[in-house]
């Protein structure tokens, strides 16, 4: 790879972006002598608590190395044998994590949908397999929040799918790998617990990987506030906090325990710190929205709507797009329909949007 590919900002993926300076920092310090291993440092007392403040008293966070494995630890506190996980078919967890869940046991039962959103409806199409035993058992629904088309699910469309999961007795896992993008996009900082604990979700994986840290992510457990329907409270309620019981083995068992826990939890505690985490996906979301603005125009891209978040999907030649990797590489996305994902990093500057876009005019007009 060309020196010139490594600098220059690119708008495949937030996952080539590098280390905000305070997450940075905060590496120094906690290098700086020795401290208790596997979370019994500062650092991690530290983000646990503003994970509470978050999220609210009662909240668990559990740090480990990235987004697959955060995933297969989720799913595996929460399922036992024979237990299936609804999903959409557009999720991480189906497409882009190698059978992992599967890999660990985990049934995947992946939904056709065309926003890449699981429905109420397809809770309830699964339902029918519940006490037969010849049938894996649907046990958790995750939803990806924003979703791998870039959309988002509001507050009450959650609420409503944890109250049909619960009524079931299923529990709600969020894949959050880009919640700091969500949280900035449906009004900060004091919307993420309405579409969170407050809507029902169970755990959530909180992503940081794609958000300015190095790499880690946290698993959120919220046993003190999940919405549930009284007739199925007590029932939902235990499985959640049984989950929580495990969710320390499964961790270890999973291999995403960091013994040196603390280069993981101090990247979060400088994010966290005065809601970093919202503004930096803010600037994502901002960058993503500028440049829908300079190029939407262009009629066969095929843009008729602003992004909710920081991808966008437009439809470009596979010539014309050859050309353009030329410029800043992006990935294809639906390669039948020659569809391609364009997105933003919490770096990405105006001046990478105009230039870009230039391109883009250059090339497709």
């Given at each position: ?110 939904v056709p949908s065309v926003d ?119 029932f939902s309620l235990e499985n ?126």
């Amino acid at each position: 790879m060309s020196s010139q590919s490594t600098t220059s900002r690119s708008f495949a993926s937030d996952n080539f972006a590098g280390v905000h300076p305070a997450v940075m920092e905060n590496l120094q310090l906690a290098n700086l002598g020795h401290a208790i291993a596997y979370g019994g440092d500062g650092f991690t007392a530290e983000a646990e608590a503003q994970f509470e403040r978050i999220f609210g008293v009662g909240t668990k966070a559990f740090f480990v190395f990235g987004g697959t494995g955060g995933n297969v630890f989720a799913l595996s506190s929460l399922c036992g044998p024979g237990d299936a996980v609804l999903c959409s078919q557009w999720s991480h967890l189906h497409i882009d994590e190698t059978g992992a869940p599967e890999r660990a046991g985990i049934k995947l039962l992946a939904v056709p949908s065309v926003d890449a959103k699981v429905t109420p409806q397809d809770i309830e199409r699964v339902s029918g397999d519940l006490g037969v035993m010849h049938h894996a058992q649907p046990r958790v629904v995750s939803l990806t929040q924003p979703t791998e088309l870039g959309t988002l699910y509001t507050a009450a469309e959650i609420e409503q799918l944890c109250i049909c999961a619960h009524e079931h007795g299923l529990l709600v896992h969020m894949d959050g790998a880009r919640i700091a993008n969500a949280t900035a996009a449906l009004g900060g900082i004091s919307s993420v617990r309405e579409f969170t604990v407050d809507a029902g979700v169970d755990v959530l994986t909180f992503g940081g990987t794609k958000n300015g840290l190095m790499y880690g992510e946290a698993v959120l457990y919220f046993p003190q506030g999940a919405r549930r329907p009284q007739t199925y409270k007590d029932f939902s309620l235990e499985n959640a906090q049984r989950a929580l019981r495990y969710a320390p083995y499964a961790r270890k068992q999973t291999t995403q325990l960091p013994s040196k826990m603390r280069f993981v939890s101090a990247q979060f505690a400088a994010v966290l710190n005065n809601d970093l985490w919202v503004q930096l996906g803010a600037s994502a979301n901002g960058a993503a929205a500028s440049l829908f603005n300079a190029v939407h125009s262009i009629p066969t891209l095929e843009l008729p709507h602003a992004p909710a978040v920081n991808s966008l999907y437009p439809t470009i030649s596979p010539a014309h797009a050859e050309q353009l990797r030329e410029v800043s590489f992006f990935w294809d996305w639906e390669p039948a329909r020659h569809r391609v994902r364009w997105m933003t990093s919490w770096d990405t500057e105006l001046i990478d949007v105009d230039a870009f876009a230039e391109a883009v005019y250059r090339v497709v007009t």
